[in-house]
């Protein structure tokens, strides 16, 4: 008997099934960054706590978890939390900035790399393991709950960075200038990752997914040396651990942004599910992953909902056209932006709801 079985069971199964490559009836759909900051619910919530605050504390983290799920019909729940929670757990200072993003005051330098905290890291974020197990409960079964991390590669770039990068050129330097420390570190990053999955896979996520958001800035030379080898690591020791540990197996899924250069590679590295950021056309997707034991996420512009209604109708259709007959997750192509019409998220779940599936 594992820890999971004591959650309600699962009423909602489509997107598992998906995700494990099933024949199914209908198609399911989720929507990156879905908890938070596009909701009302959540803006009024922000004023009354901090984005960490949230991030920490359960019962808060709990509630923006399930507030697009009590919105919007939706297949999936995401925990609320941020992929820069594993650089606080090593010690670094992360802070929310009001329209800034993410600002690390000290970024990692090749001076203060050894100040670096991994011992105990994943015990620092087991109020991400509390929260899920809460979310958990409190879904009472109504859909199936996504956890997270980053990437290892992405983790990097911010940590060196000191936040987001339009170029990523001084986490590019070491990986140039000091390949040893960069493997060091990656390699740092990819044992916490590990512990971190199986942690929540322990405390009741039914899928997981690795955000790789900053792959676009590499090539791909660099991301055979310091993307690809990290994240098979993951999968593997991931799926090893959870078999140790007598766990129910999830599953797992991959979205590398803007790593078009590599994703015959990606879809080879055995996740179940891989994702495809806007800017892939369908068409070529699919070449790609045919007759691969691969299912597919995406792939909608997050601009798209700005779009009128009847336009907007016109490009999830034709989107779920190309995708039809194919192992498929529908979602956006990245995360949905803060300022995206309410009312076109609904377009968008409707008419997925509403399209027949060919088989």
């Not at 983790?155 to 050129?169: C, F, R």
Request: glycine share 6%.
């Amino acid at each position: 008997m594992s820890f999971q079985t004591k959650f309600p069971p699962l009423k909602n199964d489509l997107l598992i099934r998906a995700a494990w490559g099933e024949t199914l009836d209908k198609l399911p759909i989720w929507i990156m960054r879905q908890a938070g900051r596009y909701l009302p619910e959540f803006q009024e919530f922000r004023k009354k706590h901090t984005f960490f605050e949230i991030c920490q504390n359960p019962e808060l983290a709990c509630e923006v978890t399930l507030m697009p799920i009590r919105r919007f019909e939706l297949d999936a729940a995401i925990i609320f939390s941020d992929i820069l929670v594993i650089p606080q757990a090593l010690g670094m200072i992360v802070e929310m900035r009001p329209g800034v993003g993410p600002v690390l005051p000290e970024p990692l330098t090749l001076e203060n790399f050894d100040k670096l905290t991994p011992e105990g890291a994943v015990q620092r974020l087991q109020y991400v393991g509390d929260a899920i197990t809460l979310s958990r409960m409190r879904l009472e079964g109504k859909v199936p709950l996504f956890g997270f991390t980053g990437a290892p590669w992405t983790l990097m770039g911010y940590m060196v960075e000191g936040g987001g990068s339009k170029t990523m050129s001084k986490a590019k330097k070491w990986l140039y200038g000091h390949p040893e420390l960069s493997h060091k570190l990656l390699s740092m990053l990819t044992d916490v990752i590990i512990d971190y999955l199986v942690m929540q896979i322990r405390s009741g996520a039914q899928i997981v997914q690795v955000f790789d958001s900053s792959a676009e800035y590499l090539n791909k030379d660099l991301y055979h040396e310091f993307g690809l080898p990290y994240l098979e690591r993951i999968l593997k020791q991931v799926r090893d651990e959870v078999t140790k540990s007598k766990l129910e197996q999830v599953p797992m899924v991959l979205f590398a942004k803007g790593a078009h250069f590599c994703f015959p590679e990606i879809v080879n590295l055995g996740y179940n599910v891989v994702g495809a950021d806007w800017t892939m056309d369908p068409d070529v997707v699919n070449s790609i992953v045919e007759n691969k034991n691969v299912t597919i996420q995406g792939n909608l512009d997050p601009c798209a909902l700005y779009a009128p209604k009847e336009e907007l109708t016109k490009k999830i259709k034709n989107m779920l056209n190309k995708f039809a007959g194919k192992r498929y997750i529908v979602n956006l192509g990245h995360g949905i932006y803060p300022d995206a019409p309410i009312e076109s998220v609904q377009t968008f779940i409707d008419v997925v709801h509403n399209t027949k599936v060919h088989k």
